[in-house]
């Protein structure tokens, strides 16, 4: 059932044309909604089938190279390994990647289980630092993009389901870094001593 819709097996795009500025114009223009010939128009149609290609295909791009669009691989070589949310992400993401009919079963349980945990885990993102809170929602998310694009009634179902988790946890973690105030670059030594008032007492001029 799943593998009919299967993301991984639409076709892809050419790779000069993914963030060409006036694809991506296009895709983020404003559409009226309201319109019914508009939202039925083959050229939203095509929009629409280009951002879900995009986003299906997250979840492979993170199982093989482990980064994401919204996965920066920096933050991970900060850390002398990927934090558990990520690690147990990575691990169903590759594992998709590898389904076929034989062990569809298997995958999707294994997506199921793991999302289910990483819930239940997590039952107050207030506790949670923002590090952790940012691995955890990047985790749920790619289990979303899996859930929502495979296919499988039961998957999606859930994915709808845990869809306000998501937004509660990106609303928690919105508001903390709104917290975070912006910090200036360190100025070089030179600079930083030519800045800083001179502590020694002067004659003022008579």
């Not at 991506?24 to 280009?50: C, F, G, H, K, W």
């Not at 999707?108 to 819930?119: H, T």
């Not at 239940?120 to 859930?147: C, E, F, N």
Request: aromatic fraction near 6%.
């Amino acid at each position: 059932m799943g593998l009919v819709n299967d993301p991984f097996n639409l076709p892809s795009l050419p790779l000069d044309d993914f963030l060409r500025p006036a694809v991506v114009s296009d895709i983020m223009a404003y559409q009226d909604l309201d319109n019914p010939e508009v939202v039925a128009n083959t050229i939203y149609q095509t929009r629409a089938e280009y951002a879900a290609r995009r986003i299906a295909r997250m979840p492979k791009v993170f199982a093989e190279t482990a980064q994401a669009p919204f996965v920066h691989r920096r933050l991970l070589q900060a850390r002398e390994s990927l934090p558990p949310p990520l690690q147990d992400a990575l691990n169903a993401c590759a594992l998709y990647c590898l389904k076929n009919p034989h062990n569809q079963a298997l995958v999707l349980r294994n997506i199921e289980a793991k999302a289910f945990q990483l819930i239940v885990g997590t039952p107050d993102p207030l506790r949670l630092s923002r590090s952790d809170l940012l691995a955890a929602l990047q985790a749920l998310l790619l289990y979303q993009i899996l859930r929502l694009f495979d296919g499988d009634i039961r998957l999606r179902a859930q994915a709808e389901a845990d869809e306000a988790t998501l937004l509660a946890w990106m609303r928690v973690l919105r508001a903390r870094m709104h917290q975070v105030g912006p910090v200036s670059p360190a100025l070089p030594p030179a600079l930083s001593a030519a800045a800083t008032p001179s502590r020694q007492q002067t004659t003022p001029p008579e």
